[in-house]
Structure formats: structure tokens, C-alpha cells
């Protein structure tokens, strides 16, 4: 999650996911709040949507167009939004609310960057060292950077673990100069 998110929208994706939990349709609404960041993905397009110039008939034939499935309570969340002049909070409740249904699933989503492409062996097994230590299903969402010199740093949710080279090199020359001094 790169960036502050606003805490408005934890309140909203907190809300939505009682409803969800209520209508028992959890996939339904996970689709309609990937419709609305889709639909509030830009400044541009909020401004566009909350424009004086655009009627609540303009706007509802919009969110039918990007979530044709969209059901009677799911448009009336939008249409809230909008009359509150909130749609710019679409990105941070689908964000809050994909966390809640992860968590409400026993899901942790786990980042992990190393030097060079892990192979699928070792990717599995990294999975299943992760779910063995966070009691979770893990998902594994990998990224090259080779400005780490070698091992991983993995994330999962607000944990880090920095096991890369750089970083034990940085702690060693750290070390070293307080040992010179």
C-alpha cells in the first residue's frame, strides 16, 4: 500500500463488508468495490463524476456501464458517496476493504523482493513458510530488484523483514564504524 490512506475509508469498507456479511454476498460486493476504484481511480474522473453538470440519472447509467451487476444497495453506495462529495475515498475503501475480506478469509497477502526471479520451487516454499508462521493462506506477490545484492525482504501486511544483502551489509559497515571509534 504505497501512500496515506484516509481513514474515512476504513469507516465506509468496514461498513460495507457488515452489508456484505448480512446479504451473505461477499463476492458481489468485493466486484462493486472494485467497480467503484475503477470508476475513481483518477482525480479526473471524481471531478468529472461530482461535476455540478452531472445528474444523478448521468451517474447511475455510468457505474451500470463499468459494474453492469451492480444491484439496488451496491448503486446506492455510490450514489451516497457522491452526494457526500466522498467518491475521491474509492481507491482507500477497496484497499481497506480487500485487507477486511483478506482477513475475514484467513489470507495474507505477502510482498517479497530478491535480487533475481525466484524459481518456482523456492517460491512454493516460501509461501509455505510464510502460512506455517502467520496460521494464514498466503498469496505471494513477487518483484526483482538487484539492488539488494541477494536474500529477500519480505512484507506481510505491516511486518518487514529486510533478510537482503544490502541491508546486512549496511548493518556490518554500521558496526564496524562503531567499533573504529
Same mark, same amino acid.
Given at each position: 500500500?504505497? =501512500?496515506?490512506?484516509?481513514?474515512? =475509508?476504513? %469507516?465506509?469498507?468496514?461498513?460495507?463488508?457488515?452489508? @456484505?456479511?448480512?446479504?451473505?454476498?461477499?463476492?458481489?460486493?468485493? *466486484?462493486?468495490?472494485? @467497480?467503484?476504484?475503477?470508476?475513481?481511480?483518477?482525480?479526473?474522473?471524481?471531478?468529472?463524476?461530482?461535476?455540478? !453538470?452531472?445528474?444523478?440519472?448521468?451517474?447511475?447509467?455510468? &457505474?451500470?456501464?463499468?459494474?453492469?451487476? &451492480?444491484?439496488?444497495?451496491?448503486? /446506492?453506495?455510490?450514489?451516497?458517496?457522491?452526494?457526500?462529495?466522498?467518491? =475521491?475515498? !474509492? +481507491?482507500?475503501?477497496?484497499?481497506?476493504?480487500? *485487507?477486511?475480506?483478506?482477513? *475475514?478469509?484467513?489470507?495474507?497477502?505477502?510482498? &517479497?523482493?530478491?535480487?533475481?526471479?525466484?524459481?518456482?520451487?523456492?517460491?512454493?516454499?516460501?509461501? /509455505?513458510?510464510?502460512?506455517?508462521?502467520?496460521?494464514?493462506?498466503?498469496?505471494?506477490?513477487?518483484? &526483482?530488484?538487484?539492488?539488494?545484492? =541477494? !536474500?529477500?525482504?519480505?512484507?506481510? !501486511?505491516? %511486518?518487514?523483514?529486510?533478510? +537482503?544483502?544490502?541491508?546486512?551489509?549496511?548493518?556490518?559497515?554500521?558496526?564496524?564504524? %562503531?567499533?573504529?571509534?
Amino acid at each position: 500500500m504505497a =501512500g496515506t490512506r484516509d481513514v474515512a =475509508g476504513r %469507516r465506509y469498507a468496514t461498513a460495507v463488508l457488515e452489508i @456484505a456479511r448480512a446479504s451473505g454476498n461477499l463476492d458481489s460486493w468485493a *466486484e462493486a468495490v472494485e @467497480a467503484l476504484e475503477s470508476l475513481t481511480s483518477r482525480p479526473e474522473f471524481v471531478a468529472a463524476l461530482q461535476a455540478d !453538470g452531472m445528474t444523478d440519472e448521468k451517474f447511475q447509467a455510468i &457505474v451500470r456501464r463499468v459494474y453492469p451487476d &451492480v444491484t439496488a444497495v451496491q448503486l /446506492n453506495l455510490f450514489r451516497l458517496l457522491r452526494k457526500k462529495s466522498r467518491l =475521491g475515498l !474509492g +481507491s482507500d475503501i477497496a484497499s481497506f476493504f480487500r *485487507e477486511l475480506v483478506d482477513e *475475514e478469509r484467513g489470507v495474507a497477502r505477502a510482498v &517479497v523482493t530478491s535480487a533475481v526471479e525466484l524459481d518456482p520451487e523456492r517460491r512454493d516454499a516460501l509461501v /509455505n513458510r510464510l502460512a506455517q508462521e502467520t496460521g494464514k493462506t498466503v498469496t505471494l506477490e513477487t518483484q &526483482v530488484d538487484p539492488r539488494i545484492l =541477494g !536474500g529477500l525482504i519480505v512484507r506481510i !501486511g505491516d %511486518r518487514m523483514v529486510d533478510g +537482503s544483502t544490502r541491508a546486512r551489509l549496511q548493518a556490518l559497515r554500521t558496526q564496524l564504524e %562503531r567499533a573504529a571509534l
